[in-house]
C-alpha cells in the first residue's frame, strides 16, 4: 500500500509564497514520477507540474511556468513544490501523484496516467 500525504497548504495573499510538500511511504513504494495537480471550485483537476526520478527532469503548465518550482529527494521520498507570486487563480486544491512506471512524456501531464494520489491541500490566494 502506498500512501502520499501532502502538508504545507493555507491561506496568502497575492504575490506572496507557499511551499507544499508531499511525503510518500508504503513497503513497496516505487515511483518513476511525482506529479502536482489541482482543482479549483466548479472545475476540472488540472496538471500543475511533475517530476522524473531518473534525471530530474520537470515538466510545468504554462499557467506556472516561471513561478512554481518542483524539486524532490529520492532518498527521502519526499517531493515538495514551491509557489511564487502566487494569484487568486492559483486556489485550489492541490493534490500530489506518483506514477509508477514510464510511458513517455505526454502521459505525464495525464490524470489517468498516475496510479497514487494524496487527499490534497487547500492553497487559498486572496486578492
Known amino acids: 500500500q502506498v500512501q502520499l500525504v501532502e502538508s504545507g497548504g493555507g491561506l496568502v495573499q497575492a504575490g506572496g509564497s507557499l511551499r507544499l510538500s508531499c511525503a510518500a511511504s508504503?513497503?513497496?513504494?516505487?515511483?518513476?514520477?511525482m506529479g502536482w495537480f489541482r482543482q479549483a471550485p466548479g472545475k476540472e483537476r488540472e496538471f500543475v507540474t511533475a517530476?522524473?526520478?531518473?534525471?530530474?527532469?520537470?515538466y510545468y503548465s504554462d499557467s506556472v511556468k516561471g513561478r512554481f518550482t518542483i524539486s524532490g529527494d529520492n532518498a527521502k521520498n519526499t517531493v515538495d513544490l514551491q509557489m511564487d507570486s502566487l494569484k487568486p487563480e492559483d486556489t485550489a486544491v492541490y493534490y500530489c501523484?506518483?506514477?509508477?512506471?514510464?510511458?513517455?512524456?505526454?502521459?505525464?501531464?495525464?490524470?489517468?496516467?498516475?496510479?497514487?494520489w494524496g487527499q490534497g491541500t487547500q492553497v487559498t490566494v486572496s486578492s
Open positions: 517530476i522524473t526520478w531518473s534525471g530530474s527532469s520537470t
Open positions: 508504503g513497503r513497496t513504494f516505487h515511483s518513476y514520477a
Open positions: 501523484a506518483s506514477k509508477t512506471y514510464s510511458s513517455g512524456t505526454y502521459y505525464l501531464y495525464l490524470q489517468t496516467a498516475y496510479d497514487y
